[in-house]
């Protein structure tokens, strides 16, 4: 009887296929290059899986590290007033345009909300001695101002920040530069910058740019590379006197309890403010993630390659095998064993190969990134969030990766099962 679909079919219908494939692998004891082949086989399946595994939970940590810093800012949900708002003018809308809209009375009330901050942001030109670079000015409330001052490492001497006049003493306006930008242009706290604005001077001096003249209060560290580099913050007093606008905001932040409730208090905002943009954390940074996800799935497929690879020292074991054992091949026949049991044969014993490739390759891989979380084997440039690498244990990838090594193990050894199957008794008595 022909049975070709057989050799998957009755993979598992007769326990005696796994006990004599198992034989047939402690067999080759016999002959050394068989058994070089199935020890180098073994080793690459295992390469290939604790590859993968240590990739992705070292990608899954950068992305876990880069979720907390996120949520150590201020800013979850971001608000911005659209051109279709009633006085909207150059970015900028009335403080009354969102206190009309009901929405700050119920976020006061929403237990998720924890903070709403009115923003006055502007992008700008910082200058210091010969250093100019861009920045975003931020406007902020003396609240927000506190908040910030709880993440400053360094500070200015009070009396660094009074002008004398005379008998009296004027207070300069203050800025909070980022430990990154302060690095870069080289100043600290007590130092006068100057903040160059893009937009012209109206009136007799019109084509002169608006330059105000900060002192810089302290340096503040968020854990935000990027922020530290590009965002300044100040009074919204000072802000507002410097763009010469009062009485305006251009955005508003919000700041949640727990993070991943952001999506749900944006979700119950948005229908209420219309002209206006709601986005949480995750729309604002999508692009970002977008690159983690697609650079994931990359090295997944990538790494997946190292098991295929692997898998063709197993085809070439179990072809191997099936000529050396054509004899064996006729008897089981001759004794009424179906193709499908024949076939399960030299399948079973590819997936004990195979078998032994991942579940070392996972032990090893959970070896390796208990020790990469454990010690510092690896210091990564000043340009990343951490100095060491970020590793997370998640099981969901060890069964994935486990998963997809099987599967390819198990396609790799079909084709010599069927093979094996497929063979005429007669010949194997006649030349085995």
Same mark, same amino acid.
């Given at each position: 009887?022909?049975?070709?679909?057989?050799?998957?079919?009755?993979?598992?219908?007769?326990?005696?296929?796994?006990?004599?494939?198992?034989?047939?692998?402690?067999?080759?004891?016999?002959?050394?290059?068989?058994?070089?082949?199935?020890?180098?086989?073994?080793?690459?399946?295992?390469?290939?899986?604790?590859?993968?595994?240590?990739?992705?939970?070292?990608?899954?940590?950068?992305?876990?590290?880069?979720?907390?810093?996120?949520?150590?800012?201020?800013?979850?949900?971001?608000?911005?007033?659209?051109?279709?708002?009633?006085?909207?003018?150059?970015?900028?809308?009335?403080?009354?345009?969102?206190?009309?809209?009901?929405?700050?009375?119920?976020?006061?009330?929403?237990?998720?909300?924890?903070?709403?901050?009115?923003?006055?942001?502007?992008?700008?030109?910082?200058?210091?001695?010969?250093?100019?670079?861009?920045?975003?000015?931020?406007?902020?409330?003396?609240?927000?101002?506190?908040?910030?001052?709880?993440?400053?490492?360094?500070?200015?001497?009070?009396?660094?920040?009074?002008?004398?006049? @005379? $008998?009296? *003493?004027?207070?300069?306006?203050? %800025?909070?530069? #980022?430990?990154?930008?302060?690095?870069? !242009?080289?100043?600290?706290?007590?130092?006068?910058?100057?903040?160059?604005?893009?937009?012209?001077?109206?009136?007799?001096?019109?084509?002169?740019?608006?330059?105000?003249?900060?002192?810089?209060?302290?340096?503040?560290?968020?854990?935000?590379?990027?922020?530290?580099?590009?965002?300044?913050?100040?009074?919204?007093?000072?802000?507002?006197?410097?763009?010469?606008?009062?009485?305006?905001?251009?955005?508003?932040?919000?700041?949640?309890?727990?993070?991943?409730?952001? @999506? $749900?208090? *944006?979700?119950?905002?948005?229908? %209420?403010?219309? #002209?206006?943009?709601?986005?949480?954390? !995750?729309?604002?940074?999508?692009?970002?993630?977008?690159?983690?996800?697609?650079?994931?799935?990359?090295?997944?497929?990538?790494?997946?390659?190292?098991?295929?690879?692997?898998?063709?020292?197993?085809?070439?074991?179990?072809?191997?095998?099936?000529?050396?054992?054509?004899?064996?091949?006729?008897?089981?026949?001759?004794?009424?064993?179906?193709?499908?049991?024949?076939?399960?044969?030299?399948?079973?014993?590819?997936?004990?190969?195979?078998?032994?490739?991942?579940? @070392?390759?996972?032990?090893?891989?959970?070896?390796?990134?208990?020790?990469?979380?454990?010690?510092?084997?690896?210091?990564?440039?000043?340009?990343?969030?951490?100095?060491?690498?970020?590793?997370?244990?998640?099981?969901?990838?060890?069964?994935?990766?486990?998963?997809?090594?099987?599967?390819?193990?198990?396609?790799?050894?079909?084709?010599?099962?069927?093979?094996?199957?497929?063979?005429?008794?007669?010949?194997?008595?006649?030349?085995?």
């Amino acid at each position: 009887m022909k049975d070709d679909g057989g050799a998957v079919r009755h993979i598992w219908a007769s326990p005696w296929t796994l006990w004599v494939g198992f034989r047939y692998l402690k067999s080759k004891k016999n002959s050394r290059f068989l058994s070089f082949i199935t020890i180098i086989s073994i080793i690459g399946v295992a390469l290939g899986v604790t590859s993968m595994i240590v990739v992705l939970s070292v990608m899954d940590g950068f992305e876990g590290e880069l979720r907390k810093r996120l949520m150590s800012s201020d800013l979850h949900i971001l608000i911005t007033p659209q051109r279709t708002l009633p006085g909207y003018q150059g970015g900028f809308v009335p403080e009354s345009a969102m206190t009309a809209t009901g929405v700050p009375q119920k976020l006061a009330a929403d237990g998720r909300v924890l903070s709403f901050w009115p923003v006055v942001s502007a992008e700008a030109i910082l200058k210091t001695g010969r250093k100019v670079t861009g920045i975003v000015l931020k406007g902020v409330t003396s609240e927000r101002i506190e908040r910030i001052k709880t993440t400053v490492t360094e500070s200015a001497e009070p009396q660094m920040l009074l002008q004398r006049d @005379g $008998a009296s *003493a004027v207070r300069l306006a203050t %800025v909070y530069i #980022g430990q990154e930008l302060a690095y870069e !242009m080289g100043v600290i706290p007590g130092d006068i910058v100057t903040v160059v604005s893009p937009t012209e001077t109206e009136g007799p001096l019109e084509g002169v740019p608006r330059l105000k003249r900060f002192v810089v209060e302290g340096i503040y560290h968020s854990g935000l590379p990027d922020q530290e580099l590009h965002t300044v913050f100040s009074l919204d007093s000072s802000v507002r006197s410097f763009l010469r606008k009062q009485g305006v905001v251009s955005q508003w932040e919000i700041g949640v309890r727990r993070f991943d409730s952001a @999506g $749900a208090v *944006a979700g119950s905002i948005r229908p %209420v403010l219309h #002209g206006f943009k709601v986005q949480d954390w !995750m729309q604002l940074n999508s692009h970002l993630f977008a690159s983690l996800r697609l650079e994931r799935i990359a090295m997944f497929i990538i790494l997946a390659f190292i098991i295929v690879v692997a898998s063709f020292n197993i085809v070439t074991t179990l072809t191997l095998m099936v000529l050396e054992k054509k004899k064996d091949i006729s008897i089981m026949k001759a004794m009424g064993a179906r193709h499908g049991q024949v076939a399960a044969v030299f399948l079973s014993e590819g997936i004990f190969i195979g078998g032994a490739g991942v579940l @070392g390759g996972m032990v090893f891989g959970a070896i390796l990134c208990a020790m990469l979380r454990r010690y510092d084997f690896i210091k990564l440039p000043d340009i990343y969030y951490d100095r060491t690498l970020p590793v997370t244990f998640e099981p969901a990838y060890y069964l994935l990766v486990a998963v997809c090594a099987v599967l390819i193990v198990l396609a790799a050894c079909l084709y010599p099962s069927r093979r094996a199957a497929r063979m005429n008794p007669l010949d194997g008595i006649r030349f085995g």
